[in-house]
């Protein structure tokens, strides 16, 4: 008997780490022919979905996901993994804040430069028990990811939820973009000075407008530009503001289809804006990244990172552009696995 249970834990490992169509789950990075790179994150569950990328000062790259039985199922969980700077490989992620009889999602992570603190946020609702019995919680790590706090409540509205990167204010606020999942959904900034007090600015004529991405187009200046996930699966929305997040315009519609899946933004090192997105309707597939040159008004470029099979979930995009140059992407890889890829901005091009 004990052979036997030898080889099922042996014949388990091999299905986790391997792909049906044949990839690899061992989070090496290896090189394309492309001339991008990809790397599949080891799995430490049946379901993972919802990365997050953050970069520290040293240039190591910092990704966390939920991962468990499933979205929204008892103990599931957020894991973190770092791939330091100049290796080739992921490590297999550990679970860094879990509960029983609830589940964490959506994690979004901040370093710090003042405290040099790691932040990491992520909603948490009952297991089966719906989207509008979440709160917001936090936990933060001293040594740059290696150990974390225990998790705390931060916020306890029900029916909040984050996604995308808290940016800083031109004094130092944090401005950080939610959005309330109730009987109408909208988004909603939340704004602190002092990561005690917070207030809220909900964005007027949001409703099934959520998980904004914001990002500053031109450094030192208060404008902001959000992009908007679309529940009626029409287009990507965005709203400006010239107060730095305090005050919105009306979210309008931009060219760019959306399928009510999740989108991410950056500002490149170019001044160009990156956006990654399925360009779609329906299918969450392909996964897409987009340039645009006039601060979001047209996107003459674009590429897909990954073109998927027809069924695929390629989803849920995190995006950020390191100081030499490449442009780091992780999303969810048919919930099987977080994929990573990297490339410099002519590859987009072409």
């Known amino acids: 008997m004990a052979a036997v249970r030898i080889v099922v834990h042996l014949f388990l490992a091999f299905v986790r780490l391997w792909a049906a169509d044949g990839q690899q789950f061992d989070g090496v990075v290896r090189p394309v022919e492309d001339g991008s790179y990809e790397a599949y994150m080891i799995p430490p569950n049946v379901s993972n979905h919802a990365s997050f990328l953050e970069i520290l000062p040293s240039g190591d790259l910092v990704l966390a996901w939920f991962s468990g039985a499933g979205e929204g199922t008892s103990n599931c969980s957020i894991v973190v993994t770092k791939l330091l700077e100049g290796s080739e490989l992921w490590p297999e992620a550990i679970p860094v804040s879990w509960r029983v009889g609830f589940s964490n999602q959506n994690p979004v992570l901040l370093r710090d430069s003042k405290t040099g603190l790691l932040y ?19 936990l933060h790590s001293t040594d740059e990811g290696v150990t974390w706090s225990t998790p705390t409540l931060l916020f306890d509205a029900n029916g909040i939820f984050d996604r995308n ?17 109730l009987d109408t959904d909208y988004s909603v900034m939340f704004i602190t000075a002092n990561q005690v007090d917070w207030s809220a600015y909900p964005v007027q004529g949001s409703d099934n407008l959520i998980q904004p991405s914001v990002i500053r187009p031109e450094s030192n200046q208060p404008y902001l530009l959000a992009f908007f996930r679309d529940e009626q699966q029409g287009f990507i929305y965005n709203a400006t503001s010239s107060d730095d997040g305090v005050t919105w315009s009306t979210p309008t519609p931009t060219l760019l289809p959306n399928n009510n899946a999740a989108i991410q933004a950056t500002v ?8 990654v997105f399925n360009p779609t ?3 969450r597939y392909p996964i897409r990244i987009a340039l645009s040159m006039d601060q979001g008004k047209t996107w003459p470029y674009y590429r897909d990172i990954d073109t998927g099979l027809p069924g695929s979930e390629l989803s849920y995009p995190s995006i950020l552009q390191s100081p030499d140059g490449f442009i780091h992407v992780s999303y969810t890889y048919n919930r099987q696995t977080i994929k990573y890829v990297k490339f410099m901005e002519d590859w987009i091009i072409g």
């Open 120 to 138: 990491l946020f992520h909603s948490q609702q009952p297991a089966s028990g719906g989207e509008e019995l979440a709160h917001i919680w936090m």
């Open 165 to 181: 990167r808290i940016i800083l204010s031109l004094t130092g606020s944090w401005v950080y973009p939610l959005y309330y999942s």
């Open 281 to 283: 309707h329906n299918e």
């Open 268 to 275: 490149l090192n170019s001044g160009n804006i990156a956006l």
